[in-house]
């Protein structure tokens, strides 16, 4: 038993890839998903940080990018989130299947787990991605961007994370302590590597489900894998309790770091994995007008006083359309 609120969910996955440029393109005009923040890795400035999410960045729905370039290519493996899934509306895989034709994205069959439909495919640097096609009820806290993609078959935040691990009981253990709940096992079809899926249960409706499938298969970080993965714990509070639990399982969580659009607490799990707790506020909006997010390159803090230094380290990109688009034409 817990006795804090667990965690709601994934706040964020963060990733790594290429080339910026096709970065952006892949995830705002093919995927369809907003650009809600372009700003720099806190940790390197002289990389961008590029977030992409739903029309408002609700937490959950944000898939982050450091492009690289230098770096070379990952591997999936051992110790990493091997895929991100994410909701699409229930009947709307034909259409993205079509779309993914349209822009010659590499995706595979269809495969049914847990009583869902999944449609696995990969970005331009061969990040593992699928889509889950799920009931949105009418409450949903995500807000769809209507840009690229129609409103009845975008993106509508993650479904989930798959995890894997060369000692899947211990992660497991930790996953109970931050509150997610076991919710079944099943054989894993498709190109996974262990034989069996575990998924379990967070408390909120998005980004819901962390799977884990054993695999002593090794990875390697680099372009088309991810880097972290962030669970919400909406206030200062929930994440002080979950820091201290996770600290009382052995694990060495930092203390809390301000990363100006939420605050973070980091910690490698038993496997490896990168994983950070992360606030619900402030939000992308808190520095931009909701309907001018991701038009600027944003420096928090100490930042801003080095603008020019660091937009001359910056390669050139071109953003897509920021401007809003009314949700009734
Ligand atoms: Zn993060």
């Known amino acids: 038993m817990t006795d804090f609120t667990p965690a709601q969910g994934i706040h964020h996955v963060t990733c790594i890839a290429g080339d910026p440029q096709r970065n952006m393109d892949f995830w705002t005009e093919t995927l369809g998903l ?3 923040k372009r700003s720099i890795n ?7 940080h590029f977030f992409f999410a739903d029309a408002e960045g609700t937490p959950g729905t944000s898939m982050t990018f450091f492009p690289w370039e230098n770096l070379s290519q990952g591997k999936v493996g051992s110790g990493q989130v091997s895929r991100t899934a994410f909701r699409v509306p229930e009947g709307s895989l034909d259409y993205w299947e079509d779309r993914f034709d349209e822009y010659g994205v590499d995706y595979d069959d269809r495969v049914e787990r847990f009583g869902e439909t999944v449609l ?6 061969g990040l593992p991605i699928e889509l889950v096609a ?4 009418d409450d949903d806290p995500t807000v769809p961007w209507t840009a690229f993609v129609p409103e009845e078959h975008a993106i509508r935040g993650f479904h989930s994370v798959t995890l894997w691990l060369a000692n899947p009981d211990s992660t497991m253990g930790l996953l109970r302590t931050m509150g997610l709940e076991e919710v079944g096992t099943e054989e894993s079809p498709g190109d996974t590597p262990g034989d069996e899926r575990t998924r379990f249960a967070a408390a909120g409706p998005v980004g819901k489900y962390v799977d884990v499938l054993p695999t002593i298969q090794a990875g390697r970080q680099g372009h088309g894998t991810v880097h972290h993965v962030a669970f919400q714990t909406p206030t200062d509070e929930d994440q002080d309790a979950m820091r201290r639990a996770v600290s009382g399982e052995g694990l060495s969580p930092t203390q809390q770091i301000d990363r100006h659009w939420f605050r973070s607490v980091y910690f490698r799990e038993f496997n490896g994995v990168l994983f ?5 506020d402030p939000g992308y909006d808190s520095d931009e007008p909701l309907d001018e997010l991701g038009g600027r390159l944003v420096l928090p803090g100490k930042f801003a006083s080095q603008r020019e230094q660091i937009e001359a380290g910056l390669p050139d990109v071109t953003v897509p359309r920021t401007d809003a688009v009314e949700a009734d034409d």
């Open 34 to 36: 907003r650009l809600v």
């Open 134 to 137: 799920v009931e949105i009820p």
């Open 42 to 48: 806190q940790d390197d400035p002289s990389t961008y």
């Open 276 to 280: 950070e707790l992360a606030t619900s």
């Open 120 to 125: 696995p495919f990969r970005d331009p640097d």
